[in-house]
């Protein structure tokens, strides 16, 4: 397996609610997991993620959302699938799906997104 240079770790309050959310409504893959730490190694094509559930001495002093400030882009080849997969599972949706157009530099990249919050308040744009 080849490893991205740059792969985000996210501390979770519970690890088996976050594996639902990123496997059952993102559509990520497990790669490995260790379950004696908590921890998951997922994939979804190119982005890689890894999930660590906070150990219990930390839990009181997360607060939530975490990750308060940062917003993450996941490029999917389907949105559209992805957007009714959360309809289905009624999975709240942050910002509905909608075309989006941005300027860079002299040219512009038209998307399609929509924006959901994690169980644990990880903000995520989804595009595709």
Not at 6 to 16: N, Q, R, S
Not at 34 to 42: A, M, Q, T, V, Y
Not at 97 to 115: C, P
């Amino acid at each position: 397996m080849k490893y991205n240079d740059l792969i985000p770790e996210f501390m979770v309050a519970d690890i088996e609610r976050s594996k639902d959310f990123y496997m059952n409504v993102l559509g990520f893959q497990l790669e490995y997991e260790r379950p004696e730490d908590k921890f998951l190694f997922l994939s979804l094509g190119d982005a890689q993620l890894m999930l660590e559930e906070a150990p219990e001495t930390e839990k009181k002093s997360l607060t939530y959302p975490l990750g308060q400030g940062a917003n993450f882009s996941l490029g999917v080849n389907d949105v559209e699938e992805v957007y009714n997969r959360c309809q289905i599972t009624n999975y709240p949706i942050k910002r509905d799906l909608e075309i989006r157009k941005f300027r860079v530099n002299d040219s512009y990249v038209v998307d399609k997104e929509f924006a959901l919050i994690d169980p644990d308040g990880y903000y995520w744009r989804v595009t595709g």
